[in-house]
Nanobody, 125 residues
Framework: QVRLVESGGGLVQAGDSLRLSCAASGSTVGTYYMAWFRQAPGKEREFVAAISPSDVYRDYDASVADRFTISKNNRKNTVALQMNVLKQEDTAVYYC??????????????????WGQGTQVTVSS
């Protein structure tokens, strides 16, 4: 069983930065595909970013590609999401996810096996 715990959310103003962190149990981030999703009030959960086990492949949603960076630290078994130039539309609960290394399309919700509880990010104007 993999346990994922997100942290780093909070209330910020538009234009600010935040760094989210996901702590994983076991040797997860080195062997699993890892990702961040988000869910805004009244909307479905959506893909934000993903990173492959070997860190060769990173993928981003177009809405964040020039502002967010996903990274991981295998030694600390953590995955981070650096979010810069935050906008009000980035307001959401952000979730960390882990899935098998065989994932072909990381943008789908149904390929991910483990999910964290989420951390709230609120961006004010």
């Amino acid at each position: 069983q993999v346990r994922l715990v997100e942290s780093g959310g909070g209330l910020v103003q538009a234009g600010d930065s935040l760094r989210l962190s996901c702590a994983a149990s076991g040797s997860t981030v080195g062997t699993y595909y890892m990702a961040w999703f988000r869910q805004a009030p009244g909307k479905e959960r959506e893909f934000v970013a993903a990173i492959s086990p070997s860190d060769v492949y990173r993928d981003y949603d177009a809405s964040v590609a020039d502002r967010f960076t996903i990274s991981k630290n295998n030694r600390k078994n953590t995955v981070a999401l650096q979010m810069n130039v935050l906008k009000q539309e980035d307001t959401a609960v952000y979730y960390c996810a882990a899935g098998p290394s065989s994932i072909i399309d990381p943008r789908g919700n149904n390929v991910w096996v483990y999910w964290g509880q989420g951390t709230q990010v609120t961006v004010s104007s």
